[in-house]
């Protein structure tokens, strides 16, 4: 079967069994259950992210990679090597462990946890699993919501979410939406970000899943790297709670897929550009998926990080030439 689904939750992680992936986060992500993952690789890629999985240049080669990682898995240690680097936690406790430190960090006595995300797929995923560990702990949630009162704990996934000047007043804390992993950014766009915003002043708790995304965090805010702390990963309770067997089934049904079958899943960063320069989607690669299912026994799923991707990217692209034409 041959599935494309636009949604930015982790859930179809849970029941995939091979993934191919570029330069994306969910490389990471996907280390959580251990399972095989194939690079789709163009000479950036090569160059820049480090081997987790096989590598591939083209589709053509899936079927040959396929049975060779189903005689023998080279690549285990490997993948334990870089989940122990990505995540300083590694099971189900991530929301609730990020929870703590947070709060530990805030010296806030019984906070209001407001999360904001303005609705946004992507930025949603990595903080709506705060809600249950805060409901645990009995703390009031609010979303999306600039609250006056001092003993708000504000949480972004993105730093625009956080720039409002009353949100800013309080304390704030930047959660990644992503891991930060190794070749998961072009970095030079990066820096000249965080320089722009003077290494965002009012943020005053960025918090990181692992080594991994501690250093690089460190690297970007410079003069402010001392705001930066290991914590852990909301995002990753989802993925292996949902990865358990009982819930199998349940996720089969809700995406229209042969239970019976193996899952692949390619789950590409975007298309190759300057801020995604090992970006691997096309209509060519989708097109031969496309086929590759068709001759094989299996399922097949295109996950892309927004329902309707390419219709969203060509409305872009047609704002953005109407904006060159009218202002010049």
Known sequence: MFKTIGKAEPNILCITDYLIGDMSDINYEFLLLNKPLLLLSN???????????????????????LGAINDHDE???????????????????????????????????????????????IYKSNLVPLIAAAEKLGLDVVENIALRDPSVINVGAHFG??????????????????????????????KRDYLKHNFFPSVDLHLTAGRMGQVRTEMLLGPMKARAMIG?????????????????????????????LPVITYAPAGEESPEKP???????????????????NLNVVIKLKYPFYFQRKTLSSIKQRFKNVVFG
């Open 43 to 65: 000479k950036w890629l090569k160059q820049n992210f480090p081997s987790l999985g096989c590598r591939i240049g083209d589709i053509g080669q899936l079927a040959d990679v």
């Open 75 to 121: 690549y285990t240690k490997q993948r334990k090597k870089y989940l122990d680097e990505a995540f300083a936690v590694t099971d189900a406790s991530n929301a609730d462990v990020a929870l703590e430190t947070i709060l530990a960090a805030s010296k806030i006595d019984k906070p209001i946890l407001a999360l904001h995300h303005r609705n946004n797929i």
């Open 161 to 190: 979410c956080l720039l409002d000047p009353q949100i800013s007043k309080n304390y704030c804390v930047h959660l990644d939406h992503g891991l930060k992993g190794v070749g998961t950014a072009n970095v030079e766009i990066s």
């Open 232 to 260: 852990a990963y909301p995002k990753a309770t989802e993925i292996i709670n949902g990865a358990n067997p009982s819930n199998r089934e349940i996720m089969f049904k809700a995406f229209g897929l042969d239970p019976s």
């Open 278 to 296: 090992g970006g691997s989607l096309t209509k060519s690669v989708l097109k031969d998926l496309k086929n590759f299912e068709k001759m094989h």
